[in-house]
T-cell receptor
């Protein structure tokens, strides 16, 4: 299956700092990338959708100035959590859509666990 | 609006037995896709199986099969010959044709395989 990488896998930062998370599709060109957030023992919540070269579309309730998304190429999207606070601590998962599977399936990265102290 | 419902927060199954994880959905889209993902404790979402709403046959992928009953709007996952490594969270998801970017997830079911 298609491979999506995410870096870093785990990050601990101080309150007020910014954190950048990278998401790469390794063996296919992703027409669309998605960013999800998952709280413990809960399901995935879509934060935003991004297409290469255009602005991301944010879900209702997600602050676009807080969570900056850049989709610079067909294989790379970044999520920057600006001025992070403890309530931003969560598991962030990216997903990329594309590849050869007939269903145009979304493939997920391994996730990034963010802890803000 | 789309809605995915997984009513089983937790399930137990004996090793080597089969287990069914329930998923029902609601959508007004005439065409949609249904997905199942596995999330082990590491957190990675692993794609398992896909069913298109117009597919004539139920999808199968190795030990995974999808019991798709369109009239009842259910897409249950059947895992045959359970293995200890199958212990994980399982999420049902749906994406409709009208909003082709919007994949909705169910609340998930935690499966525990007993030796």
């Amino acid at each position: 299956g298609a491979v999506v990488s995410q870096h870093p896998s785990r990050v601990i930062c101080k309150s007020g700092t910014s954190v950048k998370i990278e998401c790469r599709s390794l063996d296919f060109q992703a027409t669309t990338m998605f960013w999800y957030r998952q709280f413990p023992k809960q399901s995935l919540m879509l934060m935003a959708t991004s297409n290469e070269g255009s602005k991301a579309t944010y879900e209702q309730g997600v602050e676009k100035d807080k969570f900056l998304i850049n989709h610079a190429s067909l294989t790379l999207s970044t999520l920057t959590v600006t001025s992070a606070h403890p309530e931003d601590s969560s598991f962030y998962i990216c997903s990329a859509r594309g590849g050869s599977y007939r269903t145009d399936t979304q493939y997920f990265g391994p996730g990034t666990r963010l802890t803000v102290l | 609006a789309q809605k995915i419902t997984q009513t089983q927060p937790g399930m137990f199954v004996q090793e080597k037995e089969a287990v069914t994880l329930d998923c029902t959905y609601d959508t007004s889209d005439p065409s949609y896709g249904l997905f199942w993902y596995k999330q082990p404790s590491s957190g990675e979402m692993i794609f398992l199986i896909y069913q298109g709403s117009y597919d004539q046959q139920n999808a199968t992928e190795g030990r995974y099969s999808l019991n798709f009953q369109k009239a009842r709007k259910s897409a249950n996952l059947v895992i045959s010959a359970s293995q200890l490594g199958d212990s994980a969270m399982y999420f049902c998801a749906m994406r409709g044709a009208l909003n082709n970017n919007d994949m909705r997830f169910g609340a998930g079911t935690r499966l525990t395989v007993k030796p």
